[in-house]
Each structure stands twice: as C-alpha cells, then as structure tokens.
C-alpha cells in the first residue's frame, strides 16, 4: 500500500477523509494555498468527486507534507466495513476526519482504529463553519433577512455584527460539547474538534488576516 500511495520516508502523509460533499477537496486546497480554479487544485463539487485515494504534494517547494483525498465512506462505492483496511489508512502520518452537520458512524470508526495506531495522529475538523454560523444568524433575526444586502443601514449591520458573534460562541461551544458527548458514548478519548472555514483557512495559510477566523490558525 505504501508503494501504491508513494509513500516517501522524510515526508509527512496526511489523508482528509468524511463523507461525500464534506468539503475534502476544499480542505486540501485551502492548506495548499490554492484557490478552487488553481490549475494544480483538487476537483470540488456537492457530491462526491473522488473514486480512488488522490495524492496531492504541496506546491511549496520546501513543504514536506503530502495530502491525499480518500473516497467518502458511506457512498455507493465505498462501503463502511472494513473502509479503513481498505483504503490502506494505516500507512498515514496523519488523518483528518472532517464533518459537516453530523458526525457519521464511520468517523467513530476510524478514530478508533487510529488510537490504536499510535503512530498515526488523528485531528478532527468541523468545515463550512462560517456558512452554518450564517444560517443561525438569518434564523435567530428575522426570516428572509439577507446579510448580503448592499444599502443594510448601520443599526442593522451593528445588530447583525452583535448577533452573529453571539451566535459563532454558540456554534462553537454546541459543536465542542455535542462531539464530546460523541467521543464519550463510542469509549473513545477526548480530542479537541477544529472548527474551520475554507476561506478563512486559505487566507490564514497567506498570512492574511480574517475577522471570521476561528481555529484555522491552530489547526
């Protein structure tokens, strides 16, 4: 399996794996630096766009790290059983499970099999954060209200701003507190879940500052 990944001693291997339409290939764009229509990008899509594990070195010259986009399991054409033996994750560095709304079965899975890798670390990632936020935002104001708008006034745009960091510590501390409670129920240690947005990522991996940034930098 190592040979069919090119695995290469010195360099660190990380696999992104979740569920179809997670974000993977987003992830593995944005900690590369690249934008979605960066020629050397990994494809993006809703559904799932990758069939077979996809190596992607980082375009840094002096980078040793090396990402790789694994299939979703829970689709059609990767069953959960036996999905981390099949996907050869044991060869791994390093594994990002990354989420969405919910946390699937398969997620469990292969956190578990990874503490008992204990060569492999394991972080677990939150994506679309900022869209989600967003959402809370739109519902807890007022049904309709469009935060895209351009002639928002400023008392609307100053409560907009008040609502939405009142609803990203809410975001955060339900997210932290519902995966615990997941890590708990499946006997499985704690971890800390890194809660991410692709935009923020991509801009943190530039160095340039974000307003919405949340643990983009730690992770």
């Known amino acids: 399996m190592k040979a069919q990944y090119h695995y290469s001693p010195g360099f660190i291997h990380i696999a992104v794996i979740g569920s179809a339409g997670a974000g993977k290939s987003s992830v593995i764009n944005a900690v590369r630096g690249l934008s979605r229509n960066d020629r050397m990008a990994a494809p993006t899509g809703i559904v799932e766009c990758t069939d077979a594990v996809t190596r992607y070195p980082d375009p840094c010259s002096n980078s040793r790290m090396i990402w790789y ?16 033996n099949d996907m050869g994750l044991y060869i791994f560095d390093c594994i990002i499970v990354l989420t969405d709304n919910r946390v699937l079965e398969s997620d469990f899975a292969i956190l578990r099999a990874c503490e ?11 994506s679309k954060s900022d869209q989600h936020i967003n959402n809370m935002v739109c519902k807890k104001m007022l049904q309709g209200f469009d935060l895209y708008d351009p002639n928002m006034d400023a ?23 519902n995966m615990q409670m997941h890590l708990e129920r499946e006997n499985l240690l704690p ?23 949340i643990d983009e930098a730690d992770l």
């Open 69 to 84: 986009d694994v299939p979703g399991a829970g689709t059609p054409n990767v069953s959960d059983w036996q999905y981390f």
């Open 116 to 126: 008992q890798f204990r060569n492999i670390e394991a972080f677990i990632v939150r």
């Open 155 to 177: 008392e609307t745009r100053s409560l907009f701003l008040k609502t939405k960091s009142e609803e990203q510590k809410r975001f955060i501390d339900e997210t932290s507190q």
């Open 191 to 213: 971890k800390k879940i890194y809660i991410v947005c692709m935009d923020v990522m991509l801009a943190t991996v530039h160095k340039i500052r974000s307003p919405k940034v």
